[in-house]
């Protein structure tokens, strides 16, 4: 049975094809019940409370932490803290990492040119507030890393390498192990900093193997509720990190004129945290968990990377203008598929599938460094999960055929 069924917006719009998922996933029939079920069941605010719906919600966020440090074999669940996107823990972390004396003026930032803009304006931040250097590696003929160009630029004086694991826009998975080695062995001292977004939906990202110092992901693309961003960081490197956020719960102890941080990971949170998101993240790795992992994820993400890129080989020769910002090899890459054309304006394109119930994405897909480097404006995207099927497929490239016709 195809795991469409688990997902209930397809039961109430039968002919959707949704092939947005990079954006945000939709979400299991589990995941919006168990949702449910914690706000009609065991809500209330964690944090010490005595009462016993303030120990079922805490039980639950805890719940939600045993089941990310499961997903990306972290330690434990000190070594992880949550925030409100993806975007929100890159920003913690850059600000941190300043606050704590652990980036100053002159230190320099390697990021790639495939970065999201969730890890490029946080250090361009710290760029024109303290006078950081933020240098950005190439990428090679598959849009991969360039790792001769990285091996250049990765001086002593570069204190943080952070990179995506996979590109939103191009689907192209960035060889960690390699860039992992090449830290280790060229700038030990760097942090190895890895924004997971794309990555963690797809395919485990083992902390401990890749000796990732920090991981940062988002709640959404995995399928729980948005306004949830995932933090690890190794304990040791946590402990040195001075917060440059806090507030109740993140504190041990505030006089009029002095504070002291709590513990990990309260440290990172502070404020009432998203009980029910934390909920809804713990129900989707379940589902996950349920349907097989990523060994099954991966089965399908195989096939269907297959399919895509044979259906592209077919329509190619009839609009040979039409250009996939990504690789054409089946390796190394996740099921995200970047078309860029002149022919006809991007949004008019996404707005002709639309009227077919087709969702896709057009526009810089917050890549503009990206899409400067490629000599474009914006393309469009369509981006698969474990719901889409072979169909759907189908459909994309026969209305995508259908639009472009129309033009010529
Ligand atoms: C690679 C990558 N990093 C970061 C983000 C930001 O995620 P969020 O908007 O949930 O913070 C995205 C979202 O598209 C992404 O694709």
Redesign the pocket.
């Known amino acids: 049975m195809s795991l469409r069924s688990h997902f209930p917006v397809f039961s109430h719009h039968s002919d959707l094809v949704y092939l947005d998922s ?3 996933a939709q979400k299991p029939g589990v995941v919006i019940e168990g949702m449910k079920q914690h706000m009609e069941q065991e809500y209330a605010n964690i944090h010490r409370g005595a009462y016993d719906l303030s120990e079922a919600s805490e039980v639950l966020y805890h719940g939600s932490k045993e089941a990310v440090a499961r997903l990306i074999n972290a330690r434990e669940t000190a070594e992880i803290s949550y925030s ?7 920003n913690i972390l850059a600000s941190s990492l300043v606050h704590s004396g652990q980036l100053r003026k002159g230190d320099k930032v390697l990021l790639s040119r495939a ?5 490029i304006v946080p250090w361009l931040i710290a760029k024109e507030t303290i006078g950081i250097e933020v240098e950005f590696i190439g990428l090679d003929a598959d849009f991969g890393l360039d790792f001769r160009d990285f091996e250049a630029k990765l001086t002593p004086d570069v204190r943080v390498v952070s990179l ?5 826009v191009t689907g192209s998975v960035f060889d960690l192990v390699r860039a992992r080695d090449l830290i280790r062995s060229k700038n030990p001292s760097s942090i190895f900093m890895i ?5 963690v939906p797809h395919f485990r990202v083992d902390v401990q193997t890749l000796d990732i110092d920090y991981l ?6 995995l399928m729980s509720d ?1 306004g949830l ?1 995932i933090m690890y960081g190794k304990k040791s490197l946590l402990k040195s990190l001075v917060p440059s956020i806090g507030g109740g719960g993140a504190i041990n102890w505030v006089h009029e004129d002095s504070f002291a941080p709590a513990g990990l990971p309260s440290r990172f949170e502070p404020g009432t945290p998203h009980i029910i998101g934390a909920g809804s993240l713990l129900r989707a790795i379940e589902f996950m968990e349920s349907i097989g992992g990523y060994t099954e994820i991966e089965w399908i993400e195989k096939d269907l990377v297959h399919y895509t890129l044979e259906k592209w080989g077919e329509f190619k020769k009839q609009f040979p203008e039409i250009k996939l910002i990504g690789s054409e090899k089946e390796e190394g890459r996740i099921w995200v598929f970047s078309f860029a054309t002149e022919i006809m304006h991007i949004s008019d394109i996404a707005d002709a599938f639309a009227d077919q119930n087709i969702c896709v994405r057009a526009g810089h ?3 503009e460094p990206l899409m400067q480097n490629q000599g474009i404006t914006g393309s469009i995207r369509m981006s698969l999960f474990l719901y889409n099927t072979r169909e759907d497929i189908d459909r994309f490239f026969e209305v995508f055929t259908e639009i472009l016709s129309i033009k010529n």
């Open positions: 990079a954006s945000t409100y996107n993806a975007t929100s823990a890159l970065e999201h803009h969730a890890n995506t694991a996979a590109s939103n924004d997971g977004s794309q990555a940062v992901f988002t709640g959404h693309k948005t961003g897909h917050c890549a």
